[in-house]
């Protein structure tokens, strides 16, 4: 089994910046990939982002190419999501995921087995 544990989460007002930061533990040498999703109640899942664990290998929703950045430190166990110029619309519970298998499509939620329990962003305007 993998636990991931998100923070970082908060409030911000429009064009500030957060980090959120989703530490792993477990069978961490099975994870292929880590990633960022988020959902506000009564939506849909939506990818933000994601990042191979072995190759740095990074993908990212459209809605957030320029602005958010992944990255992770395969040391600590960890996985970051660096998010500038927040909007509003960014407002979401955010979720790590872990792969434990290769995927050819990490944009999925359906390629990971394990989930955090989310941190909320909140984007006020």
């Known amino acids: 089994q993998v636990q991931l544990v998100e923070s970082g989460g908060g409030l911000v007002q429009a064009g500030g910046s957060l980090r959120l930061s989703c530490a792993a533990s477990g069978r961490t040498f099975n994870i292929y990939a880590l990633g960022w999703f988020r959902r506000a109640p009564g939506k849909e899942r939506e990818f933000v982002a994601a990042?191979?664990?072995?190759?740095?290998?990074?993908y990212y929703a459209d809605s957030v190419k320029g602005r958010f950045t992944i990255s992770r430190d395969n040391a600590k166990n960890t996985v970051y999501l660096q998010m500038n110029s927040l909007k509003p619309e960014d407002t979401y519970v955010y979720y790590c995921a872990a792969a434990l298998h290769y995927s050819s499509n990490y944009y999925s939620g359906r390629s990971y087995d394990y989930w955090g329990r989310g941190t909320q962003v909140t984007v006020s305007s």
């Open positions: 990042i191979s664990w072995s190759g740095g290998g990074t």
